[in-house]
Structure formats: structure tokens, C-alpha cells
């Protein structure tokens, strides 16, 4: 298939909008009609064709102009990507997983020719055609985490593993929701997730730490996260809270379906081979309340959702202050009926709205 | 999230491979090269890691871990060095009879459990033995990078100096090599004294040896999380124990000479393993009801965990008493 990819925005004027075919793909992350924590893990193999868990680092019509906002957010603040000098082979592992996969996985956009350690990478939606050396950070405009990063959708934490534990030791984060690898970098898993509430008591990150320490070479996992953003925003750090946090005040029950935005995140974990260390990438995907609301087992089971989620989360996730406003609109989607298990829209057997 | 839910499979990725190598070192030790069918490439490993070997003996499936001990820069070929037990369960006496050039046999990714700490500013390694077979991996893989490290390998003999006349010729200036019949040992506390800030050590070899690498470098002041060792435990013999296993609503006898988690493969119970040698935790078992005494083996559990007798790794760890029940 090939990819009509948008011209569009995630500040400013907010022109980004998902196209039928993308909010048909949208990864809904409530598989029942409530939500509570769990580790969640499957293996990252694939998954029905078109959907966003089919290839290993999804491609959508989004990319290019996901590329040119994470340009931007660079040149503002060039500490939105980080790398501790040890982790320099890991950046290396990280390219040759990407390179390899988005080349296999996507043929006619991305093409990997190796000849020993001379490499040529073509990226045809961005138009880059490099020849460098493998391992030789000389080579490449930037260093090889870098470099790949700002050609892949996703925010991306490379984690060292030692004594039991990982380390926010490198990263490419500038769609990430509300925290900053600034602040984070160096800190292990317990001290980055310490802000997380309820989890910790409920034993949730000793058991996601032992399952990811052990997460083997050739066989990724994946879970889904979710929040609230509003706006299509895809920079919402800490570092500009003062822009974007000011724009939830801004909700009206007449804008709120165009400009409340279900954000998911796809969460991926692969093991790096050289290294020995871990990646992190985390893909969001943004959707107006209003496409949700398209798919009626999305609506009637969003509404449940977000109803009956407990205070500290919603807390948590920032949107305590709106959800009374989201219950009268997701309200209107919400008829009692039953809704199918599973996350898929299922929108050919699933009942219309009835009311 | 409900994607497309598959169900997880027992143990790391495995892949096909063809013995390309047999090639005797000494009386004792064996190297084992495999290469891929079709001249596909090996996945790329991180130096420290780990291969689970499956042998069909006779039938009878043997799992046994091996340190990788080719260069990881190589994706043409891996190679394991493997010691001949004949006191052992039979594993390595497999290697050493039946495996032939042209076999084809079955092997896992790398798993890592004794990977290099990339900050440090020098590697120290202490071998004893065919505990050498991680560093030849590490010192290729620091070569590479131009790392610095120094190697102090401590063998019985000369004749049994696996890999010794190799790595003095290439490393003279950093390889020493210590011989039991010459009543050379390493002189531990000088070593630690005078390394420069930043160091970390590595010891691989029989317990005691790591034992005292240990204790040495924590009385020295050392940071722990600056000393590293991986000790691979081959499961014992023991008497034959009976387990209810209730998730699988099954009652089987654990031999004499097989491990609780070969027993349940063996009756077709799909368990959870990685390292098959006490250390990774990914086999760690419930204990539902027990009536006995356990004999854990395994560097998993901390010692509350083992004295509670709720939990048991299946891998190495024994029972004896009168009825087990686990959640398996």
C-alpha cells in the first residue's frame, strides 16, 4: 500500500486531522468497558493487516510532518535527545534494528544496502539518501541514535541494563506525556515511575521490571498507555507546560469533540543485540473525541470508561477538571446497549446508536 | 490490550543450526562451532551472553546452557567451549560423543545475564577453568573498542590451559596465567588495591572462586554493584520426588536424574525458562502446599524467599518430603 502522507500541523493552527482509513486503525486501548492498571504485555509479533501492531516501527500518513514537529522541538531544545557516552553502541543497535526493519517491513519507502560496514540508507518520504560507515559515528550528521530517531516516528528511551535494573541512560523524547528526559536521565526504572500513582502499591512495577530485564533477543513485547490531550498536541512536556497547559482551559461543550484528543500510546520493547540494552519506543497516536465517537462500540464504551475511572487517575492523567464537560458529550454516545470484548471497532456487527 | 493475543512460548527464540566445527582442545575440553543453514547470517550478541543447546539423546531431551565464546563482531559463526562432566547428568558427555560435524542441532538467541558495564572505565576478569569461555567473547568484543581490561585465569595445569597458548601469544601484556600445579594463585587483595577508579571486576569459574571474588573485593571497600559474576548451576541429582502440578491438574515424579523443569516438559507441561541455571528468574514457581524440605539451588530467591517455602525455580531446585503442590 502506499502512503498519502498529510501535510499538517501539531501547534499553532492544529490543521492535523486523521484520514478515514487512519481512525479505523486508531489503537483504542480499553478492551472492556472499564480501566484499571496491569502489565498488559504481548508479544510484539505482528498482528491483523493494516492495523498499527502489523510491522515491527509503524508508518502512517503522519510521519513526515510527525518528522518536521520533532525538527522544530529540537531546535528549540536540543535536550529533548540525550545520550550518556556508554550508550553509544546501543544508539548503534538501535539504527541497525530500525533500518533493518523499517527496509524489510516497508520496501517501497525505506531501502538498507550493506556492503561489510559501508551502508546506504534511502528514506524516500524524507528524501535522505546516506552512505556511511557502521559503527563510525564520523560518518553520520549526527550521532547514530540521533540520526535515526529524527527519521522515526515515536518518542524512543534506550535503557542500560545493570545490577538488576534499567537506566534512563539515553533518549529521543518530544511527544511524550508531561515528563522530561532531562530530568529523568540517569534515574532507574523505580525512580523515573516514582510519580505513577496506586501502581507502586500494587506491585505493578516489580513485576514489569523482572519481565522486561528478561525480555529476550528476537522477541519483542508491546503494551498500550493512554491520556488526555487537548488539542492535536504532540509536544506536551514539562518544559512547555506554560503553552500547552493554559489550552485546557479552553474547552467549550461546542469544541470539545474537535479539540479533546484520546492520545495512546504504543509501547514497544526490544532487546538490543550489541549492547545488551534495552528500547523503549513509545508511538502516540492522537484521535478527536468526535472520530472516536464514529465507531459506536467506541463511543458507548469510552463514556463508561472515563465515567468510572478512579479520581487519582484521572487526576494523574490530567483531565479531573474536564471530565465533567467529556460525560456530557460522551454521554450522548452512550445508549446502555452491550458492547463486544476486544479493542477493534467491529463497526459492521456492532449496533448502531440508538439514540 | 487484546491485539493479537499469542500465547508466549517457554524459553528464548530458537533457531536451526549446523555443527560447522569439532575441535578438541585438551582432554577435557571441546569446542563446538555452529554455523546457519543457507549461509544466513547469526544474530549480532552482546559479549557475557548465553546459548541453550538442545541435544536429542536417545529420546531424551537435554537443555544445557553454554556461554557464547566467538567473537559477537562474527555473524558467520557462534562457538561454545563445553567441558566433559563424567560425573555431570550427561549433557556434556553428549556433546562430546555424539556431536559431529554436518549435525544439525537446535539453539536459542543469546540470552545475557553477565554483560559488560559499558561505563566502566577498565574490565578486570577472573577465570577459573573452563570459566574462561565468557571472556574470550568479551575480550574480542573490548578489542574491538579498544576497551581496557586485563585477565588473570586461573587453570590446573598447562596441559589443561584451555585457550591459555592463544590468549598469551596475542595479549601477552595483559593476559596472567596462574597454574594449581605449580601452586600459583591469584594474589586477589593486590589486585583490587591500586585499580583505578571506575573499575569492574568479572569472575566466572567454580563457586568458591566466585565466593571469594566477592567477599575479597566487598572487604576491599568495593562497590558490589562493581563486581560481577555469573554462576551457572548444572541441576544436581537427587532422590525422586513426587509434584502436583494443579494448573495442569497433574501429578508427576521428578527422577533422579532430571530437574522439576525437565520433568514437566517431559509430561508436556509448557513452562517458563530462560537460563535453566538458577539465575534469570523467568521459571519461578508458586509453592501451593508443601510438606517437606526444599533444596533451592538457584541465585534468584533471596533467602526470605527461600525460608518462606513459597516459591521454588523449577530449574535446579529440589524437594524432599511427602507432598508438593505448585502452581504450574
Known amino acids: ?355 | 490490550m487484546s491485539a493479537a493475543p499469542q500465547k508466549a512460548k517457554a524459553g528464548a527464540e530458537k533457531m536451526d543450526v549446523t555443527v560447522s566445527a569439532v575441535v578438541p582442545l585438551n582432554d577435557l575440553v571441546t569446542r563446538f562451532e555452529f554455523q546457519r543453514p543457507n549461509g544466513e547470517r547469526f544474530p549480532p550478541f552482546s559479549a557475557g551472553a548465553h546459548t541453550v543447546v538442545t541435544m536429542d539423546d536417545n529420546g531424551r531431551t537435554r537443555l544445557n546452557p553454554y556461554s557464547l565464546m566467538s567473537d559477537p563482531a562474527d555473524a558467520s559463526t557462534y562457538a561454545i567451549s563445553v567441558r566433559r562432566d563424567d560425573e555431570g547428568r550427561g549433557g556434556s558427555l553428549f556433546m562430546h560423543r555424539n556431536v559431529k560435524v554436518g549435525d544439525a542441532m537446535t539453539i536459542t538467541y543469546p540470552v545475557n545475564l553477565f554483560s559488560l558495564d559499558l561505563r566502566a572505565k577498565k574490565h578486570v576478569f577472573l577465570a577459573g577453568g573452563i570459566g574462561i569461555t565468557p571472556f574470550m567473547a568479551m575480550i574480542a568484543q573490548l578489542e574491538r573498542f579498544n576497551g581496557n581490561w586485563e585477565l588473570h585465569y586461573s587453570v590446573r595445569s598447562a596441559a589443561l590451559g584451555t585457550y591459555v597458548e592463544q590468549l598469551t601469544s596475542k595479549y601477552s601484556n595483559k593476559v596472567h596465567i596462574y597454574y594449581d600445579d605449580q601452586k600459583q594463585g591469584i594474589d586477589l587483595e593486590a589486585l583490587l588495591d591500586g585499580q583505578p577508579l571506575g573499575t569492574n571486576a568479572y569472575v566466572c569459574g567454580p563457586k568458591g572462586m566466585i565466593d571469594w571474588v566477592h567477599a575479597t573485593a566487598s572487604a576491599a571497600g568495593w562497590p558490589d554493584a562493581n563486581v560481577h559474576s555469573e554462576e551457572f548451576t548444572a541441576p544436581q541429582p537427587g532422590k525422586p520426588f513426587e509434584v502436583r502440578l494443579c494448573k495442569s491438574n497433574k501429578t508427576i515424579t521428578v527422577g533422579e536424574n532430571e530437574s522439576l523443569l525437565e520433568a514437566m516438559e517431559r509430561e508436556g507441561v509448557d513452562a517458563p525458562f530462560l537460563c535453566r541455571g538458577g539465575a534469570c528468574g523467568q521459571c519461578e514457581t508458586g509453592v501451593v502446599n508443601a510438606d517437606g524440605e526444599f533444596l533451592h539451588r538457584d541465585h534468584w530467591l533471596d533467602a526470605d524467599e527461600h525460608a518462606s517455602g513459597e516459591k521454588i525455580m523449577p530449574c535446579v531446585s529440589r524437594f524432599v518430603g511427602t507432598s508438593l503442590e505448585i502452581d504450574r
Open chain 1, 1 to 355: 500500500m502506499t502512503i498519502q502522507f498529510n501535510k499538517e500541523t501539531f501547534r499553532d493552527d492544529y490543521s492535523f486531522k486523521n484520514s478515514d482509513w487512519a481512525i479505523e486503525r486508531f489503537p483504542f486501548p480499553f478492551h472492556e468497558d472499564s480501566y484499571m492498571y496491569s502489565v498488559n504485555m504481548e508479544q510484539h509479533r505482528g498482528g491483523p493487516e493494516g492495523s498499527v501492531y502489523e510491522k515491527r516501527f509503524d508508518v502512517d500518513e503522519h510521519y513526515v510532518s510527525e518528522m518536521e514537529d520533532r525538527a522544530m522541538v529540537l531546535a528549540d531544545d536540543p535536550l529533548r535527545c540525550q545520550s550518556l557516552p556508554h550508550m553509544t553502541l546501543a544508539g548503534w543497535d538501535l539504527l541497525e534494528l530500525i533500518m533493518v526493519s523499517k527496509s524489510e517491513d516497508y520496501p517501497d519507502l525505506f531501502e538498507l544496502h550493506r556492503d561489510g560496514d559501508t551502508w546506504r540508507w534511502v528514506n524516500k518520504p524524507m528524501g535522505i539518501d546516506d552512505t556511511f560507515t557502521f559503527m563510525d559515528e564520523t560518518t553520520l550528521p549526527y550521532g547514530p541514535m540521533e540520526y535515526i530517531t529524527r527519521q522515526t516516528q515515536g518518542d524512543f528511551c534506550v535503557l542500560d541494563q545493570r545490577d538488576e535494573n534499567l537506566w534512563m541512560d539515553a533518549g529521543m523524547i518530544t511527544t511524550q506525556a508531561d515528563w522530561s528526559l532531562d530530568f529523568d536521565i540517569g534515574m532507574n526504572f523505580f525512580e523515573w515511575h516514582a510519580p505513577v500513582p496506586k501502581a507502586h502499591e500494587m506491585g505493578i512495577f516489580q513485576r514489569a521490571l523482572k519481565f522486561l530485564l528478561n525480555i529476550p533477543q528476537g522477541a519483542p513485547a508491546r503494551r498500550l498507555n493512554w491520556t488526555m490531550t487537548v488539542n492535536p498536541l504532540l509536544d506536551t512536556s514539562p518544559e512547555n507546560y506554560h503553552k500547552w497547559g493554559i489550552q485546557k482551559t479552553t474547552l467549550t461543550p461546542e469544541n470539545i469533540g474537535a479539540k479533546q484528543h484520546l492520545r495512546v500510546e504504543l509501547q514497544s520493547f526490544f532487546r538490543l543485540p550489541r549492547s545488551n540494552a534495552l528500547v523503549f519506543p513509545i508511538r502516540c497516536y492522537l484521535i478527536a473525541f468526535q472520530d472516536i465517537v464514529k465507531s459506536p462500540k467506541w463511543g458507548r464504551r469510552l463514556h463508561r470508561v472515563i465515567r468510572d475511572l478512579p479520581e487519582e487517575l484521572a487526576t494523574y492523567k490530567g483531565f479531573i477538571d474536564n471530565r465533567p464537560m467529556m460525560l456530557d458529550y460522551l454521554n450522548q454516545f452512550d445508549d446502555g446497549l452491550p458492547t463486544s470484548p476486544g479493542v477493534f471497532p467491529e463497526n459492521e456487527t456492532e449496533p448502531p446508536l440508538q439514540k
